[in-house]
T-cell receptor, first 119, second 109 residues
Framework: GAVVSQHPSRVICKSGTSVKIECRSL??????MFWYRQFPKQSLMLMAT?????????EQGVEKDKFLINHASLTLSTLTVTSAHPEDSSFYIC???????????????FGSGTRLTVV | GQNIDQPTEMTATEGAIVQINCTYQ??????LFWYQQHAGEAPTFLSY????GLEEKGRFSSFLSRSKGYSYLLLKELQMKDSASYLC??????????FGTGTRLQVFP
């Protein structure tokens, strides 16, 4: 099945610094990746849609200058949280669709998530 | 715009059957997903419905009615490990996937 590798799984950073989160599709090409954030006991909130070779599409209310998304290749998308502050502390998770699999069999595959804590 | 509604919490007994409902409003409907998510973990895929009717996968079944904007996830022979959040996901405009608030299911012995 399709596998999405997400790193790091946990990161603690100081307020004002930047953090980069990587998502790689290991055994398939992902032309589109989604980035979500999730607060404790809440559901996934779509932040942006990342398309290979083009600019990401951000959801309303998401600051594109703060959450930089790069999708430079068919297997790698990155989310950089710039000038992080404590309110950015959250669970960030990516997902992608396997180009070779049917949605009814695999759906969209999620990475394992990154728990970001800004102190 | 798009909207997804599902109950926040449900409880059930081990061995029983539980049905988790999801209603939605959207234009450009492309499918309805159900995912299971244990606390602190990534969601795992359960089912995908794009046509009306019932899809069965072992102990899990999912139903869709596009005209009613309605889906449900049916879990049979509940086990303790089924205690988790269940997310209803709406795929629209070809390739945009959003989720409802999630239903936290607690299974008691």
């Amino acid at each position: 099945g399709a596998v999405v590798s997400q790193h790091p799984s946990r990161v603690i950073c100081k307020s004002g610094t930047s953090v980069k989160i990587e998502c790689r599709s290991l055994d398939f090409q992902a032309t589109t990746m989604f980035w979500y954030r999730q607060f404790p006991k809440q559901s996934l909130m779509l932040m942006a849609t990342s398309n290979e070779g083009s600019k990401a599409t951000y959801e309303q209310g998401v600051e594109k200058d703060k959450f930089l998304i790069n999708h430079a290749s068919l297997t790698l998308s990155t989310l950089t949280v710039t000038s992080a502050h404590p309110e950015d502390s959250s669970f960030y998770i990516c997902s992608a669709r396997s180009s070779g699999g049917a949605l009814r069999d695999y759906g969209y595959t999620f990475g394992s998530g990154t728990r970001l804590t800004v102190v | 715009g798009q909207n997804i509604d599902q109950p926040t919490e449900m409880t059930a007994t081990e061995g029983a059957i539980v049905q988790i409902n999801c209603t939605y409003q959207t234009s450009g409907f492309n499918g309805l997903f159900w995912y299971q998510q244990h606390a602190g973990e990534a969601p795992t895929f359960l089912s995908y419905n794009v046509l009306d009717g019932l899809e069965e996968k072992g102990r899990f079944s999912s139903f869709l009615s596009r005209s009613k904007g309605y889906s449900y996830l049916l879990l049979k022979e509940l086990q303790m490990k089924d205690s988790a959040s269940y997310l209803c996901g709406l795929l629209y405009n070809t390739d945009k996937l959003i989720f409802g608030t999630g239903t936290r299911l607690q299974v008691f012995p």
